[in-house]
DNA sequence: CATGAATGAGTGTTCATTCAT
DNA sequence: TATGAATGAACACTCATTCAT
């Protein structure tokens, strides 16, 4: 019985492996390539498995880019409870949430376009956001930050937490795709500096 | 000789009619479905004309969106000029350009992917930049106007002209995809008024 | 009367013309690109005619490589004639033909796929060979300057004067495609000398 | 274990299989239509496989047709390396080794375009020569026994080795397109005669 | 007779997905 | 579960040919 268990759980574990082998063999891919660019023949030669396995994991592309953006979602949502216990200023923790951010999607510039679904490419995929995912924690955070602030005062109110969420996701997008000749993190850290600027109370 | 000049005429304008034809089926489908989801053939169905008529009037899918970039390029150049002989201020002219640019672009939203470049598909465009088109005309606008603005001193100069445009072209992207339930033109007018409060000098 | 001739006789020149211009930019775009790269847009476009035009005078792109053919087998005729006046010696005649032709074909190097008809592209076009052209000039020339030196007994009689005519052909085909570094003149003249040993009585 | 071999085994047979059933196809049409007017649609219709297929395999049409040359050369490296050890006059392997190819192109006859590289489409070709093959063991094995011959005093030396190598290869070129009723083979027989007595000291 | 816009069958190639082993 | 060969729909693009003007 506990050999058995065992067994399982080598399994259970072997499989796990596998998973996320193939999810870092995405990860250097749409590094590399971009997501678009990438043939999940590409992944799966990159992974050293075989190409029919893909499907003993995932659903198709889109579907390993929402589990990478999952992932990124958990150690977002780690750091976030972490900061909200060491201050309570919204201002601070936009301004720390947003550099994390930064951070994260340096590593991972190609989840971006799932920041904003829409922007992806899902030209063969049937249904327009594939099953199994609430929409973007990222989005949800940021307003949930901006909303308190405002209630607290700290944020002008005059324009709705969404949009001014919104504006924040776009500076992400934006910073990604820049000419300017600078790193990700600064380049997004100058920009919030605008945009700090640009909500709070006169 | 009259007779064969109206001739000309007749052929001429049937030709710019079916070029137009195109230029509207593809708006039409580019809107629907997105640029890169739209093929050459949905194009020239929807357009009710033969696929390889599309080749007499275009070289690929890239040119018809630069082509439709032009169009709106000249309309933004001429608001431009004439702008700037209204008001000499910055701050204005930002405002109104950048409300033009809004309604332009909500009526062709697919060709906001060309305004960042970067964000087309690339991958089987063989020179990175198709010929006979000069850099970006609304980035370049845009950054001209905020230069000046900080010369004359009315933004603030602690951050780079290049970064503050690119945010702001950050904003018109976002608002194309937005959730928000209003209007392309209300989004956009409600972030302009929170970047103009981030970048004046205080 | 005279009147209405003459007019006729313009139109005619013209339309004979015309019939050249065609014929030439088809030389030079074959020269330039080859049979099989050249379109007959290409061709018209070279001629600066319509491209409808075309079919005015010609059926295919085969069809305008046969009207040259034709054209060099009528200087070919014209040098025959002239030379079967100047000596009797078969071996003399062919000689002088080979060189003959060599030059006219180095001039013209595309029309060489004609002279083994069936070396041709002719991918779409329907019937094999294209009406109104008796078979090659050239190989029935060639054929017949063996012959009368077998019968004359300056040639060896125990290979077919077919099979001796096929190699002088053959000749010519590698010739056109020779990698040694020397002219095509040349090239033939070379080969030329061993073929006629070969063939000689010993 | 064994089993497990025996699997792959069986897995690899199958492909091998597939592999030489698309290469029968494609020699079947090239045959019956010619290389270039042959479809990649049509060769694997004929093997009655999917059409995707055929990339497992092969890169492009011409890839085929390189494989089916390296199958030929193959057999030819063999004779080659068997009858020098039985004789070592160049006349006795030019003339054996001539009608080797003979045989051998007779059955295969699409694959002289390549012994003449030159001939080929070469048109949409990226690279001018696709990669994984030496230079033609054909054309560099008769210009070997023919530089050896001369060398030996069998052949004459006033022409050069490539020139006269050049020959050859016309001559199966010619043949392969003759008009004379008789076989290949014969006709390459006849044909070898002339040239042997040509390029004979006299 | 000249024109050139319209046409659509045809091409090579890619790739997500299936399924027998 | 792992595999990778098989698949065919989809794509961008070419070009000989037609036909209304």
Redesign the pocket.
């Known amino acids: 019985m506990v050999a058995e268990q065992e067994k399982m759980g080598r399994?259970e574990q072997?499989?796990l492996k596998?998973r996320n082998e193939i999810l870092d063999a995405a990860v250097s891919q749409f590094t590399q390539k971009g997501f678009l660019?990438?043939?999940?023949?590409d992944i799966m030669k990159e992974a050293d498995?075989?190409?029919?396995?893909?499907?003993?994991?995932f659903?198709?592309?889109e579907d390993v880019l929402l589990k990478l953006l999952n992932r990124s979602a958990e150690s977002f949502g780690q750091r976030m409870t972490a900061i909200m216990q060491e201050t309570s200023s919204n201002r601070e923790i936009l301004h720390e949430m947003v550099m994390f951010t930064a951070r994260l999607v340096a590593e991972n510039r190609y989840l971006l376009p799932l920041l904003f679904t829409e922007a992806m490419g899902h030209s063969?995929?049937?249904g327009s956001r594939p099953e199994g995912m609430d929409p973007p924690k990222f989005m949800g955070a940021f307003l949930n930050i901006i909303r308190n602030g405002q209630e607290k005062g700290e944020f002008r109110q005059d324009v709705s937490a969404e949009i001014i969420s919104e504006l924040f996701h776009s500076m992400f997008q934006g910073a990604a795709y820049s000419r300017v000749d600078i790193s990700f993190e600064e380049n997004i850290e100058m920009k919030l500096k605008l945009l700090i600027a640009g909500i709070s109370k006169d």
Do not use: P
Request: proline letters at 0%; zero cysteines.
């Open positions: 399994r072997k499989k596998a660019e990438t043939s999940i023949a498995m075989g190409l029919g396995t893909f499907y003993n994991y659903s198709s592309k063969r995929s049937k």
